[in-house]
């Protein structure tokens, strides 16, 4: 067995929109094990729908835990604290006895598209906006309560509880039903000046009765809200009695995973979202979201939208052959998508790629695109395009967020942070260092490292980043590729335009065939 004495571990729970990870790290932030979950993504049943067995999420949840236990081969007594996360927005729903009763929604579901325009229509956006200091899209709670409310009316009326994501699984953990002040603030279910529920922002969303189903609400992420039960326990191999703390979204704990609560520090997260950060002790007006933050009196600004890595994913699963039959020589597919992607001369290559291959996007009805494609277009170029489209929709996010705050360089985490290419090409986009924590699953330290803030194994998130987070050596701009960049990214943004008025015509369009028709 390994560990020795006085070793002390801790477990980060993350959920995403493709599978849960559980990761074992001990006080140094290494990690010890790591288990991922199979897919759990139902079938769309419908347009706008992006759906998740609930109870299969709990099973997956417990198994992961197992394997990594085992994989670790440790004394669980020797896990001080767990730390759950998850993306935010999206929903779940159970019964008053804790059961689920309708699939779970992920956050890129965008079925209550229409409930959003019509408190648009209504007036009454601005005021929820308002209130929970954000912009309001179809995948959050409030949006899809009403849907509920409105097109399945027999699920809404069994709601008991409301809860998160990462909050499901901590329930399955403690037998708890609760959440945590940033990620449902983030997620546009408070009242963000106050911190508290609010009566007039659920009779806006038009679902007042929801208010007495909404859970213990924890205002730090570090609170312990439960401890592991022995249910729970014997089904993990888990400890019974363990402390299992709040949490917080994802974005935030990929910031504490990567150490970035420095002055002027934003953060990238190149995940299955967009997500761009910053933080100040004011509120930015328009911003995605303003979440409470580490310290009182602060907030975390988001500026996100619903593609980032997950084109990179598409693109390889549907359009990277090339690079697949050179793999097969060569042996390292990601590094052969590198060398590709490298290859492209900047100046020379014409293609563009629009990464709005998820909701929510620039628009309603935004879709990925490549525009400029010729029989001369090479598969290094499309290649190079995916990456650099992806961080231009970063910059899209980043040029809102720099308007308010102060950015001397970025910490980048997720998937495409692993690649230095695509690194490199964030650096010069963003005309700012880049710098890359090592550690592959940040999100799931950041969550480990709150669990430890808590318990004592570290005196507080400072002490944290000083044992914990380990930086890779920063990725500096090129300033010769800015002239170049400054013109792609002004074309890039002038596609968007054009493509603006389709979408337009095309949402106009199918709102009038869905019109009745008069004999």
């Not at 189903?213 to 009695?241: C, D, F, N, Q, R």
Request: charged share 25%.
């Amino acid at each position: 067995m390994n560990g020795g004495v006085n070793m002390k571990y801790l477990m980060g729970l993350d959920g995403g929109n493709t599978s849960v990870k559980a990761v074992i790290f001990n006080e140094k932030g290494e990690t010890i094990a790591s288990a991922r979950s199979k897919a759990f993504r139902f079938e769309s049943r419908g347009k706008g729908f992006a759906e998740f067995g609930v109870d299969e999420l709990g099973d997956l949840a417990y198994s992961c835990i197992r394997e990594a236990i085992y994989k670790a081969n440790i004394d669980t007594k020797d896990i001080i604290g767990i730390g759950v996360t998850s993306f935010g927005n999206g929903l779940v729903v159970l019964d008053k006895d804790g059961n689920s009763i309708a699939p779970g929604a992920f956050s890129q579901d965008y079925r209550a598209t229409d409930i959003v325009e019509k408190y648009k229509a209504d007036g009454i956006l601005d005021r929820i906006n308002e209130i929970t200091k954000g912009s309001v899209f179809a995948g959050e709670p409030g949006p899809i309560l009403r849907w509920f409310k409105e097109y399945e009316p027999h699920v809404y009326e069994k709601i008991g509880s409301i809860l998160m994501f990462k909050d499901y699984i901590v329930y399955r953990l403690t037998g708890v039903i609760s959440t945590d002040a940033n990620n449902f603030g983030g997620s546009n279910m408070l009242h963000t000046e106050t911190l508290e529920y609010s009566k007039e922002l659920l009779e806006l969303y038009g679902i007042p009765e929801m208010y007495d189903k909404l859970p213990k609400l924890a205002i730090k992420p570090t609170e312990i809200v439960g401890i592991v039960t022995e249910e729970a326990s014997m089904k993990t191999g888990l400890s019974a009695g363990t402390p299992v703390v709040a949490g917080m979204m994802d974005v935030f704990a990929c910031l504490i995973g990567a150490g970035a609560t420095g002055e002027g520090v934003l953060t990238a997260v190149g995940g299955s979202w967009s997500i761009n950060l910053a933080h100040s002790n004011r509120l930015i007006p328009n911003a995605s979201a303003n979440m409470p933050y580490l310290r009182k009196g602060e907030y975390l600004h988001a500026s996100w939208s619903g593609a980032s890595g997950s084109n990179y994913e598409w693109f390889t699963k549907v359009l990277a052959g090339e690079a697949k039959l050179q793999a097969g020589e060569k042996g390292d597919f990601f590094k052969v998508l590198d060398e590709l992607v490298a290859s492209v001369d900047i100046k020379k290559v014409n293609v563009f790629f629009h990464p709005f291959a998820a909701q929510p996007s620039v628009h309603t009805e935004a879709k990925a695109n490549i525009f400029n494609a010729d029989l001369n277009t090479t598969f290094a170029e499309i290649a190079y395009a995916v990456a650099e489209g992806i961080a231009f929709i970063h910059k899209y996010h980043m040029d809102f967020l720099r308007s308010y705050v102060n950015a001397k360089k970025v910490r980048f985490t997720g998937g495409t942070a692993r690649s230095r290419v695509i690194g490199q090409i964030f650096a010069n986009v963003l005309e700012l260092p880049v710098e890359v924590v090592d550690c592959e699953e940040v999100g799931a330290l950041g969550c480990a490292i709150t669990a430890g803030v808590a318990t004592g194994v570290y005196k507080d998130f400072d002490d944290a980043f000083e044992k914990a987070v380990k930086v890779l050596p920063v990725i500096n701009p090129n300033p010769e590729t800015f002239k170049t960049y400054h013109r792609r990214y002004k074309e890039w943004t002038l596609l968007v335009e054009v493509m603006t008025a389709y979408w337009d015509k095309k949402k106009q369009i199918e709102a009038k065939a869905q019109e009745p028709t008069t004999v």
